[in-house]
C-alpha cells in the first residue's frame, strides 16, 4: 500500500505541476493580446535572446555541422556510401541537430539568465514594486521575453542551420576532398522546403519553452540565495526536458505530414 | 480612512495574523511597531493587494479592496520597500519616474525626468545622481532613491516599511525627517513599520503594536510612553525581560 501511495504523490505532484505550467502559459498568451505594452522591454528581451545569443549559436553550430561531416564520412564508409555527406550534414543539421542544439544553448544561456533575473527581482521584492507602481509583472516581465524568444529563436535556427551546413561544408571541401561547387549544389537539391519549415516551427516552440520556463521558475522562487540558484537549475533542467519532449512530438508530427 | 477588519493570513502552519483590526484616519501618520516576525509587512501587503489574507476585510474610503480597479487604487499609493526595492536595470531617474513614464499617469519623457530630479532634490540627493544605476549607489542613497520614488506621482497613500534599517544614525534621522515633512506638506496618509523608536516618535502621530498576530495596543504616540500595556512597556523599553519572548 506505500508503494501505492508513494506512486499517487507523485502523481499527484506531477500533474500540479503540470496544470501549473499550463496555467502561467494560458496567463502569459493572454496577456500578448492585452494592453498595455512595453516596447522598450520587448527590445531589450530581442537584442539579449535574439543578437546577443549570436556568437554561443554560431560557434555551436559550426563545430557540429564540422563533427557531423566527420562522422557521416567515416560511417558511411563502411558500406561505400562517402558520397552523401552533403545531402546528410543538410538534412542532419537543418531537421534535428540546429533546433535541437540552438534551443539547448538558448535554454543554458537565455532560460537560466531570465530565471535568475527575476528570482532575484523576487527576493529583493522588485516584483511587488512593480505591482504597487501599477504594472503587471507578467506583462513587463514575461511576456516580452516569451515573444521576443519566440520570435528570435526560429532566426537563430536558421543561422544555427546555415553555419552549420557550412561547418560541414568547410571539413568536406578542406580536408576530406569533396568538390566546392557540387557539394554545395548536393545541398541545395537535397533540402526541401517542408525541412526548413520544421526547422523554423521547431525553433519558435523551443524559444517558447525556454522563455516560458525562465519567467516561470524565476516569479516562483524561493526565498534567498537557494531560491535563486534552485529556481535557476530547475528552470534549465525543464527547459532542456520540454524541449527534448517537444522536438520528438513535433518531428513526430512533420513525420506523419 | 484604512481599515483593518478581523485579517487572518497565515503561511502553512504559521498563522502569521490572527484578526487584526485596525484604523487609520486619513492624513495621519500611524506608526505599526512590533517584533521581527510579528507580520507588519504582512500587514501593509494585505492593504495593497500583494498578499491575499485568508478573512477579514480592508476598505480604503469605505471600498472594499478586493472589489475596486487595481490600477486606479494602486495609483493612490506610493511604497518604500525596506531593501530599496529600485530595478537594477534603470538608471535612477527611470525608477523614480518608472510611475509616470507608463500606465494611467504616463507624462512626456522630459517631464517625467524633471520631476524625478526634483523628487530626487526633495529627498536630499543631486541631480548628477540621476544618471547612475542603484548598484552604484549606498545604501542610503537607495532608500532616499526609494524614498523618492515612493512620492514621485505625490500619492494620496504612502507606505514606509522599515525607512531606516541599516542605515547610521545620521542618515536614519535624516529620513525620519525627510518622512515627517513628507505627511507634514503632502498630508498624505501614512503607515510606517519600525522597529526604530527614534523613528516612532519622530514620524508618528499614532502608533499601533502588532503581537502574537493582532493589535495588541494602539494610541496617539504622546499615550505610548505611559501605556499600560507591558508588551508596549517591553518593547519602546528594549527590555529582555517581560511578557515578549526573547526566543522566538
Same mark, same amino acid.
Given at each position: 500500500?506505500?508503494?501505492?501511495?508513494?506512486?499517487? +504523490?507523485?502523481?499527484?505532484?506531477?500533474?500540479?505541476?503540470?496544470?501549473?505550467?499550463?496555467?502561467?502559459?494560458?496567463?502569459?498568451?493572454?496577456?500578448?493580446?492585452?494592453?498595455?505594452?512595453?516596447?522598450?522591454?520587448?527590445?531589450?528581451?530581442?537584442?539579449?535572446?535574439?543578437?546577443?545569443?549570436?556568437? @554561443?549559436?554560431?560557434?555551436?553550430?559550426?563545430?557540429?555541422?564540422?563533427?557531423?561531416?566527420?562522422?557521416?564520412?567515416?560511417?558511411?564508409? *563502411?558500406?561505400?556510401?562517402?558520397?552523401? @555527406?552533403?545531402?546528410?550534414?543538410?538534412?542532419?543539421?537543418? +531537421?534535428?541537430?540546429?533546433?535541437?542544439?540552438?534551443?539547448?544553448?538558448?535554454?543554458? +544561456?537565455?532560460?537560466?539568465?531570465?530565471?535568475?533575473?527575476?528570482?532575484?527581482?523576487?527576493?529583493?521584492?522588485?516584483?511587488?514594486?512593480?505591482?504597487?507602481?501599477?504594472?503587471?509583472?507578467? !506583462?513587463?516581465?514575461?511576456?516580452?521575453?516569451?515573444?521576443?524568444?519566440? #520570435?528570435?529563436?526560429?532566426?537563430? #535556427?536558421?543561422?544555427?542551420?546555415?553555419?552549420?551546413?557550412?561547418?560541414?561544408?568547410?571539413?568536406?571541401?578542406?580536408?576530406?576532398?569533396?568538390? =566546392?561547387?557540387?557539394?554545395?549544389?548536393?545541398?541545395?537539391?537535397?533540402?526541401?522546403?517542408?525541412?526548413?519549415?520544421?526547422?523554423?516551427?521547431?525553433?519558435?516552440?523551443?524559444?517558447?519553452?525556454?522563455?516560458?520556463?525562465?519567467?516561470?521558475?524565476?516569479?516562483?522562487?524561493?526565498?534567498?540565495?537557494?531560491? /535563486?540558484?534552485?529556481?535557476? !537549475?530547475?528552470? @534549465?533542467?525543464?527547459?532542456?526536458?520540454?524541449?527534448?519532449?517537444?522536438?520528438?512530438?513535433?518531428?513526430?508530427?512533420?513525420?506523419?505530414? | 480612512?484604512? =481599515?483593518?477588519?478581523? #485579517?487572518?493570513?497565515?503561511?502553512?502552519?504559521?498563522?502569521?495574523?490572527?484578526?487584526?483590526?485596525?484604523?487609520? !484616519?486619513?492624513?495621519?501618520?500611524?506608526?505599526?511597531?512590533?517584533?521581527?516576525?510579528?507580520?507588519?509587512?504582512?500587514?501593509?501587503?494585505?492593504?495593497?493587494?500583494?498578499?491575499?489574507?485568508?478573512?477579514?476585510?480592508?476598505? /480604503?474610503?469605505?471600498?472594499?479592496?478586493?472589489?475596486?480597479?487595481?490600477?486606479?487604487?494602486?495609483?493612490?499609493?506610493?511604497?518604500?520597500? $525596506?531593501?530599496?526595492?529600485?530595478?537594477?536595470?534603470?538608471?535612477?531617474?527611470?525608477?523614480?519616474?518608472?510611475?509616470?513614464?507608463?500606465?494611467?499617469?504616463?507624462?512626456?519623457?522630459?517631464?517625467?525626468?524633471?520631476?524625478?530630479?526634483? !523628487?530626487?532634490?526633495?529627498?536630499?540627493?543631486?541631480?548628477?545622481?540621476?544618471?547612475?544605476?542603484?548598484?552604484?549607489?549606498?545604501?542610503?542613497?537607495?532608500?532616499?532613491?526609494?524614498?523618492? *520614488?515612493?512620492?514621485?506621482?505625490?500619492?494620496?497613500?504612502?507606505?514606509? %516599511?522599515?525607512?531606516?534599517?541599516?542605515?547610521?544614525?545620521?542618515?536614519?534621522?535624516?529620513?525620519?525627517?525627510?518622512?515627517?515633512?513628507?505627511?507634514?506638506?503632502?498630508?498624505?496618509?501614512?503607515?510606517?513599520?519600525?522597529?526604530?523608536?527614534?523613528?516612532? *516618535?519622530?514620524?508618528?502621530?499614532?502608533?499601533?503594536?502588532?503581537?502574537?498576530?493582532?493589535? +495588541?495596543?494602539?494610541?496617539?504616540?504622546?499615550?505610548? %510612553?505611559?501605556?499600560?500595556?507591558?508588551? @508596549?512597556? $517591553?518593547?519602546?523599553?528594549? *527590555?529582555?525581560?517581560?511578557?515578549?519572548?526573547?526566543?522566538?
Amino acid at each position: 500500500m506505500k508503494f501505492l501511495a508513494a506512486i499517487g +504523490r507523485t502523481t499527484l505532484i506531477i500533474l500540479a505541476a503540470i496544470g501549473r505550467v499550463s496555467l502561467f502559459a494560458w496567463t502569459t498568451l493572454t496577456h500578448l493580446l492585452r494592453t498595455p505594452f512595453y516596447p522598450r522591454e520587448m527590445g531589450f528581451a530581442l537584442l539579449n535572446i535574439g543578437w546577443l545569443s549570436l556568437p @554561443v549559436v554560431g560557434l555551436t553550430a559550426i563545430f557540429t555541422g564540422g563533427a557531423l561531416a566527420l562522422q557521416i564520412y567515416s560511417g558511411g564508409a *563502411r558500406f561505400n556510401a562517402e558520397a552523401v @555527406v552533403p545531402q546528410i550534414v543538410a538534412i542532419g543539421m537543418v +531537421r534535428e541537430l540546429g533546433p535541437v542544439l540552438v534551443g539547448l544553448m538558448i535554454a543554458a +544561456r537565455v532560460t537560466s539568465s531570465i530565471a535568475a533575473e527575476i528570482a532575484t527581482m523576487k527576493v529583493t521584492e522588485q516584483i511587488d514594486a512593480l505591482v504597487t507602481l501599477s504594472t503587471h509583472p507578467m !506583462k513587463y516581465l514575461t511576456v516580452p521575453r516569451v515573444l521576443a524568444a519566440t #520570435v528570435t529563436v526560429p532566426l537563430l #535556427v536558421g543561422i544555427g542551420d546555415i553555419i552549420g551546413i557550412f561547418g560541414g561544408y568547410a571539413v568536406a571541401t578542406g580536408t576530406l576532398g569533396f568538390n =566546392k561547387a557540387a557539394y554545395v549544389q548536393n545541398t541545395i537539391d537535397f533540402l526541401q522546403l517542408r525541412d526548413v519549415v520544421s526547422s523554423l516551427t521547431k525553433g519558435a516552440f523551443f524559444g517558447f519553452i525556454a522563455a516560458l520556463m525562465g519567467c516561470y521558475f524565476g516569479m516562483n522562487s524561493g526565498r534567498g540565495a537557494q531560491g /535563486v540558484g534552485r529556481a535557476t !537549475k530547475g528552470s @534549465v533542467e525543464a527547459a532542456a526536458v520540454l524541449i527534448l519532449a517537444a522536438n520528438f512530438v513535433l518531428t513526430g508530427v512533420f513525420f506523419s505530414l | 480612512m484604512i =481599515k483593518l477588519d478581523n #485579517v487572518h493570513k497565515s503561511f502553512g502552519n504559521n498563522h502569521v495574523l490572527r484578526g487584526v483590526n485596525l484604523e487609520v !484616519k486619513e492624513g495621519t501618520s500611524t506608526v505599526i511597531i512590533g517584533g521581527s516576525g510579528t507580520g507588519k509587512s504582512i500587514c501593509i501587503k494585505t492593504i495593497l493587494g500583494l498578499v491575499i489574507p485568508e478573512q477579514g476585510t480592508i476598505t /480604503v474610503d469605505g471600498i472594499d479592496v478586493t472589489k475596486t480597479n487595481r490600477d486606479i487604487f494602486l495609483a493612490r499609493f506610493g511604497m518604500l520597500f $525596506q531593501g530599496g526595492a529600485l530595478f537594477d536595470s534603470l538608471p535612477v531617474w527611470q525608477n523614480v519616474a518608472f510611475r509616470l513614464l507608463r500606465g494611467s499617469l504616463a507624462k512626456p519623457k522630459g517631464e517625467a525626468r524633471a520631476i524625478a530630479i526634483e !523628487k530626487l532634490r526633495r529627498v536630499g540627493l543631486t541631480p548628477d545622481v540621476a544618471d547612475r544605476f542603484p548598484a552604484e549607489l549606498s545604501g542610503g542613497m537607495q532608500k532616499r532613491v526609494g524614498l523618492a *520614488r515612493a512620492i514621485a506621482a505625490d500619492p494620496e497613500i504612502i507606505f514606509f %516599511d522599515e525607512p531606516t534599517t541599516g542605515l547610521d544614525p545620521i542618515m536614519a534621522g535624516i529620513i525620519n525627517d525627510l518622512i515627517r515633512e513628507i505627511v507634514t506638506e503632502m498630508g498624505a496618509t501614512t503607515i510606517t513599520i519600525t522597529h526604530d523608536m527614534t523613528s516612532v *516618535r519622530t514620524i508618528a502621530d499614532h502608533v499601533a503594536m502588532l503581537h502574537g498576530g493582532k493589535i +495588541r495596543w494602539a494610541g496617539p504616540v504622546s499615550d505610548m %510612553d505611559t501605556a499600560s500595556d507591558p508588551y @508596549v512597556d $517591553q518593547f519602546i523599553h528594549g *527590555r529582555a525581560k517581560g511578557p515578549i519572548a526573547s526566543v522566538r
